[in-house]
């Protein structure tokens, strides 16, 4: 079945340094896929998000390419800030939109200033 | 436009007691989840319906669990007796249904404790 697979956490880092988290999927056909985000005492809110081969999905300085050759869809940011400090989970939509998004089990980002 | 709207937003109460969480979908949406987050299990989905109808209920921990949708908007999540464990944030998300790519709102979810 499908699945996503992404780097566990926790990631700290240093307010303005450079951030990935990989993400990597297992699925049949074309998958649109997504980063989501949790603040604190909240719940999941979307990202951004990439529905064919080399498309690029941004928000709020956030970025990913959907790279088809190597299954994945990493999250980059050139400069976090402390109020980046959340839960960031990577999913996937199979073909059909009849099913529920398959989830990743999150990464936990702490930026200190 | 409003977004999913869950109630009870804290829920606390003693072990045996009912407990009823409710979801509200967004105006349009047909496909509706229910998940459990625990620090120990993370994100688990727990159900989810189509066109008001169950599809898959495999993630509902046990019979104490139910879920209905009485109507296309409205959603309720029931634990009767309610457990020590059954301590968790609960949401729920909706979305379109047939969209693939779209995206999957969710709920600021319950935060239940059982004593």
């Known amino acids: 079945g499908d699945s996503v697979t992404q780097m566990e956490g926790p990631v700290t880092l240093s307010e303005e340094a450079f951030l990935t988290i990989n993400c990597t999927y297992t699925a049949t056909g074309y998958p649109s896929l997504f980063w989501y985000v949790q603040y604190p005492g909240e719940g999941l809110q979307l990202l951004l998000k990439a529905t064919k081969a080399d498309d690029k999905g941004s928000n709020k300085g956030f970025e990913a390419t959907y790279r088809k050759e190597t299954t994945s869809f990493h999250l980059e940011k050139g400069s976090v800030q402390v109020s980046d400090s959340a839960v960031y989970f990577c999913a996937l939509s199979g073909n059909s939109g009849n099913t529920p998004l398959v989830f990743g089990k999150g990464t936990r980002l702490s930026v200190i200033a | 436009d409003a977004g999913v709207i869950q109630s009870p937003r804290h829920e606390v109460t003693e072990m045996g007691q009912e407990v009823t969480l409710r979801c509200k979908l967004i105006?349009?949406?047909?496909?509706l989840f229910w998940y459990r987050q625990t620090m120990m299990r993370g994100l688990e989905l727990l159900i989810y319906?189509?066109?008001?109808?169950?599809?898959?209920d495999s993630g509902m921990p046990e019979d104490r669990f139910s879920a209905k949708m009485p109507n296309a908007s409205f959603s309720t999540l029931k634990i009767q007796p309610s457990e020590p464990r059954d301590s968790a944030v609960y949401f729920c998300?909706?979305?379109?249904?047939?969209?693939?790519?779209?995206?999957?709102?969710f709920g600021p979810g319950t935060r239940l404790t059982v004593l």
């Open positions: 105006s349009g949406h047909n496909s």
């Open positions: 998300a909706s979305r379109p249904l047939g969209g693939a790519t779209d995206t999957q709102y």
């Open positions: 319906f189509n066109n008001n109808v169950p599809i898959d």
